[in-house]
């Protein structure tokens, strides 16, 4: 067992708290059970159980029994502690403790939630979970939130309407930012887009817009054909290399550094480019959607469709296809070239294309218009109409099964129109269909963005679709796990123009509360040498991810003797972990998350496996 660090009669004195959640838990764990068998524990001096800790009567509780009874540990058993963990440790510190004196376990999303067909089993594991809260709390150490003095400038990396939005957003609130653009000019795809929905308003003139209103802003210094070359540092300090874009830039060394409190990724996302021959893509009468958007908005008083689109020869029949490179299925879609499926929807592509569709028909009603589908799904409100207008405008829909792809061929030389689409379709009970058109619009995905190399600089993890990863997606949603670093648009997965903005709006906000004070605090839990096991073997600085967060530095002994060993820098320590698991001494811990601690916690969910209900007397101890 691990040792407590209380013996005999010098012991924890632990408030334990679970909660009902109005029946969320109760329901399902039987919370006064748990709550007498945590009181049962010889370091828990009260041990109560109510309808919603979180409420004001739940919150006074604690802060009372705290006061009152002496309490110098507190756990609550909950909801997930994403929700209220820094809650209930600011309630802790109202009251006077160290707010890491507090332990948190989640009996509702671990439990109550996830075993609701077994009431039993779920109050004993509720109840072991607590007892390992419990384990944990007794050997919890007061800790220190990390400072660090907050430079207050900012970098927004990309310039389309994202990296625009929370420039100038940064900007109002005070804050100066350095915008940088990889490319020669700000707008990102948004300005070649054409019209766009929902407002019908040219990509440019929006893009256009949003830029003097950024070359206006005094705060923002403007970079553009520059990129990201080197960060070092941490929230608050970080050290930006910047460099002019050039065709080689191996080797070229970064130009000028900037140095930054807080960074916005925008970088946008990449459009998916089918495999040659796949879908037809590579004929001149096969095109994308952006294309052909482009290409209807350029020619917007053009009555023939061939001049309009640029087309040499008549247009009289043309196809829209879903989902090219989007929602793709294992078995039947070819990998690209990241060697990843795309299983994600890239959601803008139903609206933008039944609107091109239906907008095709409104300006040459003798063209006729195909779509091609899986499943259209235009989101959002009032889009739903788009797709009621494009049916009632005579665009005919065609529903392709699944797990079979349209293919896009060209015909035979006698044919009188140069390409055939090929299908079945579902809302004819499986017709074979064969559709001779002169043009193939292909709606393709919205794929991740070239960030290799700003995830290789900032370690700011993707997911598995190849997207920056946000930490919660409903929590916070436009925060990397990396302190400081935030996400803006489409880096993170597809959205359109207003979600692209509203999250950097988000992002925004969240560097400009970050960067309010003259200083950044983050949370304590990273690692910790202990001097007196390290050897200084190094093993810790090899494997640590993170630049300049370990390091080996010389320290004297008693003897005068100079020794190598290990130090942590804890404004740029993340708290993984990965030097505890090397060191040979086990002389480094995380701080909040100790080796003893995880021991004791599986000690208590281990001990005694037979054990419940256990014999014990409710009497003994205090219970709501
Ligand atoms: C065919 C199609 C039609 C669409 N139609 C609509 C519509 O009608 N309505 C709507 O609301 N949305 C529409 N969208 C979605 C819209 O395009 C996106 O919401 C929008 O472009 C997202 O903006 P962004 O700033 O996140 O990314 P982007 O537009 O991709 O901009 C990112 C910018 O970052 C720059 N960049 C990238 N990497 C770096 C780097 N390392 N360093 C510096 N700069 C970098 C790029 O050069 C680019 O300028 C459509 C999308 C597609 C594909």
Redesign the pocket.
């Known amino acids: 067992m691990a040792d407590r660090g209380s013996e005999g009669s010098d012991r924890r004195r632990i408030g334990v708290y679970v909660c009902h959640c109005g029946g969320n838990i109760s329901d399902v764990v039987d919370v006064e059970a748990v709550a007498a068998r945590a009181g049962a524990d010889e370091d828990v001096v009260v041990a109560w159980h109510l309808q919603f800790m979180c409420s004001d009567e739940g919150q006074s509780t604690i802060e009372q029994d705290v006061r009152e009874l002496g309490l110098d540990r507190v756990v609550v058993a909950a909801c997930t502690p994403s929700l209220h963990e820094t809650t209930f440790r600011r309630v802790v510190a109202r009251a006077g403790l160290n707010p890491y004196l507090y332990q948190h376990a989640n009996i509702r999303e671990q439990v109550s939630w996830a075993h609701v067909h077994d009431q039993a089993a779920a109050t004993e594991k509720a109840a072991r979970l607590v007892e390992a809260a419990i384990a944990k709390a007794a050997l919890l150490r007061e800790l220190d939130e990390v400072r660090v003095d907050a430079v207050h400038r900012t970098l927004v ?7 625009l939005r929370a420039a100038l957003d940064l900007a109002r609130w005070g804050m100066p930012v350095v915008l ?4 020669n000019e ?5 300005l070649r ?1 054409g ?4 407002t019908d308003e040219p990509g440019r003139a929006l893009i256009e817009r949003l830029v003097s209103q950024v070359r206006d802003e005094p705060l923002v210094e403007v970079r553009l054909s ?3 070359c080197q960060v070092t540092g941490y929230v608050g300090d970080f050290h930006v290399g910047l460099r002019a874009v050039r065709e080689e830039t191996d080797g070229h060394p970064c130009d000028e550094e900037v140095e930054v409190g807080a960074i916005v990724v ?4 990449r ?1 998916h480019e089918p495999a040659r021959g796949r879908y037809g893509f590579g004929h001149p009468r096969v095109v ?3 294309d052909y ?1 482009r290409r209807l908005y350029a020619a917007e008083g053009e009555a023939d469709p061939a001049r309009a689109l640029g087309i040499d020869g008549p247009v009289r029949a043309i196809a829209f296809l879903h989902c090219v490179g989007s929602r793709q299925v294992e078995g039947v879609d070819e990998p690209g070239a990241s060697g990843r499926l795309n299983t994600y929807c ?1 959601r ?2 139903c ?2 294309t039944v ?1 091109a569709a239906a907008e095709t028909r409104r300006r040459f009603p003798a063209v006729r218009v195909v779509d091609v589908y899986r499943d259209i799904r235009t989101y959002a409100r009032d889009q739903e109409q788009e797709y009621r207008r494009a049916g009632e405008a005579g665009v005919v829909f065609v529903r392709v099964p699944t797990d079979e792809r349209a293919t896009v061929e060209p015909a035979p030389r006698e044919d009188p129109y140069p390409l055939l689409v090929r299908t079945r379709d579902t809302l004819t009970f499986g017709a074979e269909l064969e559709v001779p058109v002169d043009l193939v619009v292909l ?2 995905a ?1 794929e991740p ?3 290799e ?2 995830v290789a600089m900032t370690k700011a993890p993707t997911g598995a679709d190849g997207f920056l990863l946000e930490v919660h997606p409903k929590l916070r949603p436009v925060e990397s796990a990396i302190p400081g670093i935030l996400l ?4 993170r997965g597809p ?6 903005t509203t999250s950097a709006s988000a992002a925004a906000a969240k560097v400009a509360t970050l960067l309010a004070g003259d200083q950044v605090e983050m949370e304590p839990f990273v690692a910790r040498v202990d001097l007196s096991r390290c050897r200084g073997s190094g093993e810790c600085v090899a494997t640590c991810p993170y630049p300049g967060a370990v390091g080996l530095q010389d320290v004297e002994l008693d003897e005068g003797v100079v020794v190598p060993r290990a130090y942590v820098n804890p404004v740029a320590c993340k708290g993984c972990g990965a030097c505890v698991a090397v060191c040979p001494n086990g002389a480094v811990d995380v701080q909040g998350w100790e080796m003893s601690q995880y021991l004791a916690m599986v000690d208590a969910i281990t001990a005694d496996p037979a054990g419940f209900p256990r014999a014990i007397d409710p009497s003994e101890v205090t219970t709501g």
């Open positions: 990396v990309g310039g389309g309407v994202a990296g940088v653009e990889r490319s700000l707008g990102g795809h948004v887009l019209r766009t929905y929902p520059t990129e990201v925008a970088t946008g996302f459009d994308t959607l952006a958007q890239s803008v592509c609206t933008a609107r709606a393709t919205m963005g070239p960030v190399d700003l803006a648009g489409t880096a959205m359109d123009i207003a979600e692209s």
